[in-house]
């Protein structure tokens, strides 16, 4: 069975940091593509962040550039976001996703994780 | 990287159809075929129910079906039932190589 389940989450102050993990399962990891999809409770889905296979492609929604650092451990079937200088803007549910594969590039995100509440404040 | 346009709502009977859509540019919905939608329960992790514009996941119903006429996909539910009743999200993959999600459409099953 494919399992995501995140963790990390928390309460922090506004420029304070947080790193989310995002642990695998019932998969081989190593060959997707995962993501992160951040959601204010009530509010719509946005895209956050994406990283290939291997970790050396990376990509991320302009608001959270030069602040968030997504990465993964293949060996650990882990993938991570560092969250730097937080805002309260910032304040979500954070999941992560997977994605296509190398050989298969299609755009759809068919395993979710539960999600990990990030609240941003003082 | 502005959110697509979905419309906040829309409501119908149930066995009714209903369509969703999803509004963008030529540099994310109108430029490629990577579009999928997902239904959201409230307090559920999103569900995948189409990708690349009109597939459908194994074991979603083929009451659900999805399209794309240049920069506006659309999602079409057919045969409405109470069950279906849940927030719906287009997403689309940018000439950026990153993601864009719509702001989501609340269906109400009346």
């Known amino acids: 069975e494919v399992q995501l389940v995140e963790s990390g989450g928390g309460l922090v102050q506004p420029g304070g940091s947080l790193r989310l993990s995002c642990a695998a399962s019932?998969?081989?990891?190593?060959?997707?593509?995962i993501h992160w999809v951040r959601q204010v409770p009530g509010k719509g889905l946005v895209w956050v962040s994406r990283?290939?296979?291997?970790?050396?492609?990376?990509y991320y929604v302009d608001s959270v550039k030069g602040r968030f650092t997504i990465s993964r451990d293949n060996a650990k079937n882990t993938l991570y976001l560092q969250m730097n200088s937080l805002r309260a803007e910032d304040t979500a549910i954070y999941y992560c996703a997977r994605g296509a594969t190398a050989v298969d590039p299609t755009w759809g995100f068919d395993y979710w994780g539960q999600g990990a509440l990030v609240t941003v404040s003082s | 990287q502005s959110a697509l346009t979905q419309p906040a709502s829309v409501s119908g009977s149930p066995g009714q159809s209903i369509t969703i859509s999803c509004t963008g540019t030529?540099?994310?919905?109108?430029?490629?075929?990577?579009v999928s939608w997902y239904q959201q329960h409230p307090g559920k992790a999103p569900k995948l129910i189409i990708y690349d514009v009109s597939k459908r996941p194994s074991g979603v119903s083929n009451r659900f079906s999805g399209s794309k006429s240049g920069n506006t996909a659309s999602l079409t539910i057919s045969g409405l039932q109470a069950e279906d009743e849940a927030d719906y999200h287009c997403?689309?993959?940018?000439?950026?190589?990153?993601?864009?999600f719509g702001g989501g459409t609340r269906l109400t099953v009346l």
């Open positions: 997403s689309s993959y940018t000439s950026s190589s990153t993601g864009l």
């Open positions: 990283i290939n296979s291997d970790g050396s492609s990376t």
């Open positions: 030529s540099s994310d919905v109108g430029g490629h075929d990577y």
């Open positions: 019932g998969f081989t990891f190593s060959n997707y593509w």
